[in-house]
């Protein structure tokens, strides 16, 4: 069974453009969420996609955003980037119930200059 | 709100030298405890699932235990390919979803 695939796994930015990131999840999961990895803040919880709908969300502003499609893939958009956003974004996908193990993929890093 | 403190930040170990990594949590109904294990440039890889105190789980020379406030990752006689960085995160009763809140990690390096 394919792991969590995510794409770019490199990118690189200036301030005030802005990006958007893929993630595939492990076939047959349906929650996709996304976490935020810095060396100074560890990872951080962004928001959750169940079924094409944002279940949480983390303590981000909102040009941090994302989307689920039908097919349970997912992308987050961050907008008007900032030096601060330069980090390891990281995807992981589980299954049906609350409790199920999340699985993450390799991340995709991001430097903003 | 949900806390994750983990200890040491690092710990440094010749092969076959047994220790235990700690995660002290204090969250509102803890409803999982997961271990996981990150290599540099790489996404965290899964390790164990902790439910209830009292509970155990192995996995090669690795002994994952849980109490009612701290969880420990006992390695025992590591071997240099066990170096790594290890997170504890813990999902809570109150909070909807799959929302893991994880520490900060214990660096493992393992010398041959």
């Known amino acids: 069974k394919a792991g969590v695939t995510q794409t770019p796994r490199y990118l690189i930015k200036t301030r005030g453009q802005q990006v958007t990131l893929s993630c595939s999840p492990i076939?047959?999961?349906?929650?996709v969420s996304w976490y935020q990895q810095t060396p100074g803040q560890g990872l951080q919880f962004l928001f959750e996609?169940?079924?094409?709908?944002?279940?949480n969300k983390g303590n981000f502003p909102g040009r941090f955003s994302g989307r689920q499609f039908s097919n349970s893939r997912s992308e987050m958009n961050v907008s008007t980037l900032e030096l601060g956003d330069s980090a390891l974004y990281l995807c992981?996908?589980?299954?049906?119930?609350?409790?199920?193990?999340?699985?993450f993929g390799p991340g995709t890093r991001l430097t903003v200059l | 709100e949900d806390q994750v403190t983990q200890s040491p930040e690092a710990l440094r170990l010749q092969e076959g030298e047994s220790s235990s990594l700690n995660c002290s949590y204090t969250?509102?109904?803890?409803?999982?405890l997961f271990w996981y294990r990150q290599d540099p440039g790489k996404g965290p890889e899964f390790l164990f699932t902790?439910?209830?105190a009292g509970e155990e789980k192995e996995k090669e020379r690795l002994k994952a235990t849980l109490t009612k406030k701290e969880s420990f990752l006992h390695i025992t006689a590591p071997k240099p390919e066990d170096s790594a960085t290890y997170l504890c995160?813990?999902?809570?009763?109150?909070?909807?979803?799959?929302?893991?809140?994880f520490g900060e990690g214990t660096q493992l390096t393992v010398n041959p």
């Open positions: 902790l439910y209830s």
């Open positions: 996609y169940f079924s094409e709908t944002q279940r």
């Open positions: 076939s047959g999961h349906r929650s």
């Open positions: 995160a813990v999902q809570a009763s109150e909070t909807s979803g799959s929302r893991l809140t």
């Open positions: 969250v509102s109904g803890l409803r999982g």
């Open positions: 992981a996908s589980s299954g049906l119930a609350n409790t199920d193990t999340q699985y």
